[in-house]
Protein backbone atom coordinates (compact mmCIF):
# COMPACT_ATOMS: atom_id res chain seq x y z
CA UNK A 1 0.00 0.00 0.00
CA UNK A 2 2.84 2.50 0.38
CA UNK A 3 2.84 2.85 -3.44
CA UNK A 4 -0.28 4.89 -2.95
CA UNK A 5 1.89 7.09 -0.88
CA UNK A 6 4.63 7.54 -3.09
CA UNK A 7 1.72 7.73 -5.81
CA UNK A 8 0.86 11.16 -4.32
CA UNK A 9 4.12 12.23 -3.18
CA UNK A 10 4.77 12.03 -7.35
CA UNK A 11 1.28 13.87 -8.15
CA UNK A 12 1.91 16.77 -5.56
CA UNK A 13 5.10 17.49 -7.06
CA UNK A 14 3.48 17.28 -10.59
CA UNK A 15 0.87 19.67 -9.26
CA UNK A 16 3.79 21.92 -8.79
CA UNK A 17 5.62 21.32 -11.84
CA UNK A 18 2.19 21.90 -13.63
CA UNK A 19 1.84 25.30 -11.25
CA UNK A 20 5.04 26.69 -12.25
CA UNK A 21 4.83 25.44 -16.06
CA UNK A 22 1.14 27.60 -15.78
CA UNK A 23 2.48 30.70 -13.67
CA UNK A 24 5.36 31.39 -16.00
CA UNK A 25 3.89 30.96 -19.13
CA UNK A 26 1.00 33.23 -18.72
CA UNK A 27 3.11 36.05 -16.23
CA UNK A 28 6.33 35.70 -17.33
CA UNK A 29 6.40 35.19 -21.11
CA UNK A 30 9.37 34.51 -22.36
CA UNK A 31 10.44 35.72 -25.87
CA UNK A 32 10.00 32.88 -28.57
CA UNK A 33 8.26 30.72 -26.63
CA UNK A 34 5.56 32.69 -25.26
CA UNK A 35 2.41 30.93 -26.73
CA UNK A 36 4.49 28.40 -28.65
CA UNK A 37 4.83 25.86 -26.23
CA UNK A 38 1.57 25.38 -23.95
CA UNK A 39 -1.11 25.65 -26.64
CA UNK A 40 -4.31 25.33 -24.33
CA UNK A 41 -4.05 26.75 -20.80
CA UNK A 42 -7.60 25.59 -19.92
CA UNK A 43 -6.67 22.39 -20.50
CA UNK A 44 -3.32 22.41 -18.25
CA UNK A 45 -5.37 23.90 -15.37
CA UNK A 46 -7.55 20.37 -16.17
CA UNK A 47 -4.34 18.40 -16.02
CA UNK A 48 -3.25 20.33 -12.42
CA UNK A 49 -6.91 19.90 -10.82
CA UNK A 50 -6.96 16.39 -11.91
CA UNK A 51 -3.22 15.67 -10.22
CA UNK A 52 -4.96 17.16 -7.34
CA UNK A 53 -7.50 14.95 -7.24
CA UNK A 54 -5.62 12.16 -8.09
CA UNK A 55 -3.35 12.93 -5.22
CA UNK A 56 -5.90 13.04 -2.58
CA UNK A 57 -7.39 9.87 -3.30
CA UNK A 58 -4.31 7.79 -3.04
CA UNK A 59 -4.13 10.12 0.62
CA UNK A 60 -7.08 8.92 1.65
CA UNK A 61 -6.84 5.37 0.77
CA UNK A 62 -3.58 4.74 2.41
CA UNK A 63 -4.96 6.82 5.30
CA UNK A 64 -7.84 4.73 5.97
CA UNK A 65 -5.10 1.81 6.95
CA UNK A 66 -7.91 -1.11 5.50
CA UNK A 67 -5.40 -3.57 3.80
CA UNK A 68 -5.67 -3.29 -0.28
CA UNK A 69 -4.94 -5.29 -2.84
CA UNK A 70 -1.34 -4.30 -3.86
CA UNK A 71 -1.90 -4.74 -7.48
CA UNK A 72 -5.19 -2.48 -7.30
CA UNK A 73 -2.79 -0.28 -5.58
CA UNK A 74 -0.75 0.29 -8.45
CA UNK A 75 -3.42 0.53 -10.45
CA UNK A 76 -4.61 3.60 -9.25
CA UNK A 77 -1.33 5.41 -8.72
CA UNK A 78 -0.24 4.51 -12.58
CA UNK A 79 -4.37 5.53 -13.34
CA UNK A 80 -3.43 8.64 -11.13
CA UNK A 81 -0.63 9.74 -12.91
CA UNK A 82 -1.92 9.19 -16.95
CA UNK A 83 -5.54 10.51 -17.11
CA UNK A 84 -3.98 13.81 -15.58
CA UNK A 85 -0.91 12.84 -18.39
CA UNK A 86 -4.01 13.30 -21.06
CA UNK A 87 -4.75 16.39 -19.97
CA UNK A 88 -0.96 17.48 -20.37
CA UNK A 89 -0.45 16.34 -23.51
CA UNK A 90 -3.63 17.41 -25.37
CA UNK A 91 -2.62 20.91 -23.78
CA UNK A 92 1.06 20.54 -25.38
CA UNK A 93 -0.87 19.34 -29.01
CA UNK A 94 -3.79 21.15 -30.40
CA UNK A 95 -4.35 18.07 -32.32
CA UNK A 96 -4.66 15.63 -29.62
CA UNK A 97 -8.00 14.14 -30.04
CA UNK A 98 -7.56 13.77 -34.10
CA UNK A 99 -4.48 11.11 -33.21
CA UNK A 100 -5.32 7.50 -32.97
CA UNK A 101 -2.35 7.10 -30.45
CA UNK A 102 -3.60 9.62 -28.01
CA UNK A 103 -7.06 8.28 -28.76
CA UNK A 104 -5.70 4.30 -27.73
CA UNK A 105 -3.65 5.98 -24.52
CA UNK A 106 -6.70 7.68 -23.42
CA UNK A 107 -8.93 4.32 -23.32
CA UNK A 108 -6.32 2.51 -21.45
CA UNK A 109 -5.45 5.07 -18.78
CA UNK A 110 -9.42 5.23 -17.96
CA UNK A 111 -9.71 1.43 -17.84
CA UNK A 112 -6.70 1.24 -15.55
CA UNK A 113 -7.87 3.97 -13.74
CA UNK A 114 -11.35 2.40 -13.70
CA UNK A 115 -10.42 -1.11 -12.59
CA UNK A 116 -8.17 0.19 -10.11
CA UNK A 117 -10.50 2.51 -8.46
CA UNK A 118 -13.73 -0.66 -8.56
CA UNK A 119 -10.81 -2.93 -7.00
CA UNK A 120 -10.76 -0.54 -4.40
CA UNK A 121 -14.12 0.31 -3.90
CA UNK A 122 -15.05 -2.65 -3.91
CA UNK A 123 -12.56 -4.01 -0.94
CA UNK A 124 -13.29 -1.15 0.95
CA UNK A 125 -17.30 -2.11 0.72
CA UNK A 126 -16.08 -5.56 1.51
CA UNK A 127 -14.51 -4.59 4.71
CA UNK A 128 -17.35 -2.39 6.15
CA UNK A 129 -20.09 -5.27 5.33
Given amino acids: MEILLIGAV ?9 AWLMTFAKWFPIEGIDGGFLKDYKTM ?3 HVDFVLMALFCLAFYAVKIPLPVL ?8 GMTN ?19 K ?5 S ?12 LTLLNFAL
Avoid at 84 to 102: C, H, Q, R
Fill in 45 to 47: IRA
Fill in 104 to 108: AYTIV
Fill in 10 to 18: LMIFAVLAS
Fill in 72 to 79: ACWLVVIG
Fill in 84 to 102: PGVFVIAAFDPNFWDKTIW
Fill in 110 to 121: FAITTIGFVWVG
